[in-house]
């Protein structure tokens, strides 16, 4: 079956080629390609530039508690340039939502949604 989607597809591509000279790689071999896909009237956004991290603070404290800060600051960072949005900024950060949730807790900026009980 593979192999004859995938006949299929490259005598598709084959077919709509307009120059029978052009080279491979501007032939599409997207199955779904078609020329009355309708086209968007705008092109998408760029993305944001992501930001650094914001430098550790300096001060006492061993290992632990030196990462400790460093993690807040980031969370606290990206939950900014989220405006508030906890899946953006898991997103940004690159972790899952729920991960996200563990470290906020952790960190004491989970706020009242922690709490367990009747909502």
């Known amino acids: ?9 490259v005598e598709r591509s084959l077919g709509r ?4 000279e052009a080279p491979l790689d501007a032939i599409s071999l997207d199955p779904f390609a078609s ?10 956004p760029a993305p944001a530039p992501t930001a650094a ?10 290992f632990e508690a030196r990462v400790g800060a460093f993690e807040r ?17 898991a997103a940004a950060l690159g972790l899952g939502y729920h991960q996200l949730r563990r470290l906020l807790t952790k960190h004491g900026l989970a706020g009242d949604r922690t709490e367990k009980g009747p909502r």
């Open 1 to 9: 079956g593979n192999v004859r989607e995938l006949r299929n597809a």
């Open 17 to 20: 080629a307009t120059d029978p």
């Open 35 to 44: 020329p009355w896909r309708p086209v968007p009237a705008f092109p998408a």
């Open 53 to 62: 991290p914001p430098p550790a603070r300096p001060g006492s404290g061993g």
């Open 73 to 89: 600051d980031v969370l606290e960072a990206a939950l900014a340039e989220a405006r508030f949005n906890q899946k953006q900024a």
